[in-house]
């Protein structure tokens, strides 16, 4: 038995002592997402952490994701393997510079993507994830006046869509802003059969050539109902690997950045998390995600909004 191998065996053992489940997100590597207990989306996520019976999350993913876990479930110990796993989308956002922004653009409906820090769920009015950004958006009267952060591309894609009065906080994620347009087209060219599919926080002219755009759980779920049998991928490689497992007769090409050297393209916060980690945080219990209580007070309010939209639409 090889150490891959026996370190798997202690996760699973400290698991069942200590009554802790493991919720890993799609761009979570292929061997973290096998030893998973739940493995989703950011709404499937924020969902299941909000509904779990056990006494200890610890989250495969960035820091945004385990706050969320902890906001939602405050009594239970939520733990990140590594702190560093944060998110450049929810840094492009700071507390202080969103406090003006809102003030310079009094009376609107403060919409906020999950991926924010807590600090800045808490300034919002709603959350809403890549999944039900454009329902959460729809369930509002027509004439509400909306501010959307931070994700420029997502809000932009909102606003096309929906018609709405909405003024966008200009942040990006840095991997789905590099996709080369280039490589992408080359692909088409080898593949004329596959199809473009492309999350929504890409930028406009790859969206533009897409024949699906979605969430992470959408793009999964049109490779296994459409009649296609090969895809051409603008989000995050590690979902391909669930793409393979669930479809695995079909192909999934990734759409690499403009400066590739991998051929695809990673989040290197979502990478922090290894195996080896997991273990360490499992036996240590830390780094433990902890939130101030006003913060997550505040931050609550606007998720559990979100949850009960999505609830309602069926989402
Ligand atoms: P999803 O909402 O599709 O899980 O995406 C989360 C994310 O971090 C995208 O970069
Ligand atoms: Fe953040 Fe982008 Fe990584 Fe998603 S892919 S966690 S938005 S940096």
């Not at 994701?65 to 405050?74: G, V, Y």
């Not at 009594?75 to 840094?91: F, R, W």
């Not at 729809?138 to 591309?153: G, H, M, T, V, Y």
Request: hydrophobic residues 40%; glycine residues 4%.
């Amino acid at each position: 038995m090889n150490s891959t191998d026996q370190n798997i065996i202690e996760i699973k053992r400290l698991k069942a002592q200590k009554n802790a489940i493991i919720l890993a997100h799609y761009y979570q590597t292929g061997d973290v997402q096998n030893i998973a207990d739940f493995v989703g989306d950011s709404l499937a996520l924020s969902q299941k952490a909000a509904s779990n019976s056990a006494d200890i999350i610890l989250f495969a993913g960035v820091k945004f994701m385990a706050e969320t876990a902890k906001i939602l479930s405050p009594l239970k110990k939520v733990l990140l393997p590594d702190l560093d796993a944060g998110c450049s989308l929810a840094n492009s956002c700071n507390a202080d510079d969103f406090k003006i922004f809102i003030k310079d653009h009094p009376g609107r409906t403060i919409i906020s993507y999950v991926n924010t820090n807590a600090e800045i769920k808490a300034l919002s009015d709603i959350i809403c994830t890549s999944s039900n950004a454009v329902q959460i958006v729809e369930s509002l009267p027509f004439d509400e006046k909306i501010i959307f952060a931070p994700d420029r591309n997502l809000g932009n894609y909102i606003l096309n869509i929906t018609g709405r009065d909405i003024i966008v906080w200009n942040g990006a994620c840095h991997v789905h802003e590099e996709f080369s347009l280039e490589a992408l087209l080359k692909l088409k060219k080898e593949n004329p059969g596959a199809k473009i599919i492309v999350h929504p926080e890409c930028e406009l002219p790859v969206r533009m050539v897409a024949d699906f755009i979605g969430s992470t759980s959408l793009l999964l779920k049109y490779t296994k109902e459409d009649n296609g049998n090969c895809y051409i991928v603008a989000t995050e490689v590690g979902i391909i690997h669930q793409m393979k497992k669930e479809n695995p007769g079909k192909t999934y090409l990734p759409v690499p950045p403009v400066d590739s050297t991998c051929g695809c393209s990673e989040c290197s916060f979502m990478k922090l998390i290894t195996i080896e980690k997991i273990l360490n945080c499992l036996k240590t219990e830390t780094p433990e995600i902890i939130i101030d209580n006003k913060t997550l007070i505040r931050a609550q309010k606007p998720i559990l909004r979100m949850m009960e939209i999505s609830e309602k639409l069926g989402l």
